[in-house]
C-alpha cells in the first residue's frame, strides 16, 4: 500500500516493481546504469521510494521497451 508523505504518494521499490510488471533486480540494474533513474527520496532505513511521477516515467519506459520488443 504506498505510502502518504506531506500530502504526496510513495511506492516502495516492490510496489512499484509490481505495478510496472519487472522484476526488482531489472529495476535496480536500471539504476545502476544511470543513477539520474533512481528514486529521489529515501526512507529512514535507506529503502528507495517512489513517486507517482518516477513510477509513471519508469513504467512509460518499460511499456515501450516491450512494446519495441514486439514488433
Request: glycine share 6%; aromatic share 12%.
Amino acid at each position: 500500500m504506498p505510502r502518504r508523505i506531506n500530502g504526496k504518494q510513495y511506492y516502495t521499490t516492490r510496489e512499484a516493481c509490481k505495478y510496472i510488471g519487472i522484476s526488482r533486480s531489472t529495476l535496480y540494474r536500471y539504476c545502476k546504469e544511470d543513477s539520474s533513474h533512481d528514486a529521489k527520496y529515501r526512507d529512514r532505513n535507506g529503502w528507495r521510494l517512489w513517486s507517482d511521477n518516477e513510477v509513471e516515467i519508469l513504467n512509460n519506459h518499460f511499456n515501450t521497451l516491450l512494446v519495441g520488443d514486439l514488433q
